[in-house]
């Protein structure tokens, strides 16, 4: 793991610069890739904002600044430095893995999911930070970067998202978010354009699948499970599909939520969330990774397959 000063040097050595977010981007890896492109300009370097996956991605997202920019590809660019932003693992950068894994010498790591291991030449790693634009913010001040508006903007939607609107996180977050909210943000809109829209389709898609909630039980563990299948999932646009977990996060008399999203017949991402246990480790069992309260995997087979084989792991820890 190295220190903010040695990430510092690797950005200051840099020309020209790739910043990568995690495929399935959420507002933190859109929000870290949009304020790193900010500052590294702003640094007179000439930089590039890249998601490998060629599929657009949650239109929520594209409300924050400098998101019109980030380029959907399958290749990167010429440059001197990539960083990768809110990426937990290498196959996180999606099409891009392997040509970061041929550089891994030029890349550096900005990342906070417990599960890395630090899979670039420099790795700036924080555990304990809410989120990756926490990270970025330090680094930003040793780098003498300004905090503008549309910066400040990138930075808190990922702060924002990433505590469940300030729900968890160090007391510490409050007086970051208290900072970049100085530079005349307007929270109220971005809490709007990122967590609260809604439409009608929306609405309905929601209630077809809370009533849809089933509760299993499972080596002692009782969990609340919605199984979204492809027909629902398209019914709703894809921040309403992706918030349906936080309504399974606390059901009362379970310690855990999932849900699974059938995003191509049989192929299904699953999201897990607990205030209890550790689900980091439930996902990176069944091949994915995560967070100790938030963590997902993807899985392949029927709707009873899926939701067997997590069930079986569930007893088995
Ligand atoms: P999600 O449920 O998609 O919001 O993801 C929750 C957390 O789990 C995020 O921090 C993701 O980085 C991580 N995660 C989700 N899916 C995967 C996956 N297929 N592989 C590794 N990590 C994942
Ligand atoms: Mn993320
Ligand atoms: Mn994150």
Not at 162 to 174: I, L, Q, V, Y
Not at 177 to 200: C, K, P, W, Y
Not at 206 to 223: D, M, N, P, Q
Not at 238 to 245: D, I, N, R
Request: with cysteine.
């Amino acid at each position: 793991m190295h220190s903010y000063a040695e990430a510092a040097a690797a950005v200051t050595a840099a020309r020209s610069v790739a910043v990568v977010g995690h495929v399935r981007p959420d507002a933190d890896a859109i929000g870290s890739v949009c304020a790193t492109v900010g500052a590294l300009r702003q640094l007179g370097k000439e930089a590039v904002g890249l998601i490998g996956q060629t599929w657009p991605y949650a239109e929520n997202l594209q409300t924050i600044p400098g998101a019109e920019e980030v380029q959907l590809v399958e290749e990167l660019p010429d440059v001197d430095l990539i960083i990768t932003v809110d990426c937990g693992s290498l196959d996180r950068t999606g099409r891009l893995a392997g040509d970061i894994a041929a550089r891994v010498e030029d890349t550096l790591v900005v990342d906070h999911h417990a599960s890395n291991v630090g899979f670039g030449a420099v790795n700036l790693l924080d555990f304990q930070a809410e989120s990756t634009t926490t990270i970025l913010g330090r680094l930003f001040e040793e780098l003498g970067v300004e905090l503008d508006v549309p910066i400040a903007h990138a930075l808190y939607a990922g702060l924002l998202t990433d505590t469940g609107s300030f729900r968890w996180g160090r007391p510490e977050m409050h007086t970051y978010a208290a900072r970049l909210m100085e530079t005349g943000l307007d929270v109220r809109a971005i809490a709007v354009d990122l967590l609260d829209a809604n439409s009608l389709a929306d609405l309905r898609m929601i209630g077809r699948a809370l009533a849809s909630v089933e509760i299993h039980e499972a080596g002692g563990h009782r969990l609340a499970l919605i199984v979204a299948d492809q027909e629902l999932v398209c019914s709703g646009s894809l921040p309403a599909v992706e918030g349906l977990v936080d309504f399974v996060r606390t059901v009362e008399g379970t310690d855990l939520g999932a849900v699974f999203k059938e995003s191509a017949p049989d192929f299904w991402h699953v999201s897990l969330r607990s205030v209890d246990m550790d689900v980091s480790r439930l996902a990176v069992a069944l091949g994915g990774g995560g967070h100790i309260p938030a963590a997902g995997y993807s899985a392949h087979g029927t709707a009873d397959e899926v939701t067997d084989a997590l069930l079986a792991e569930l007893r088995r820890q």
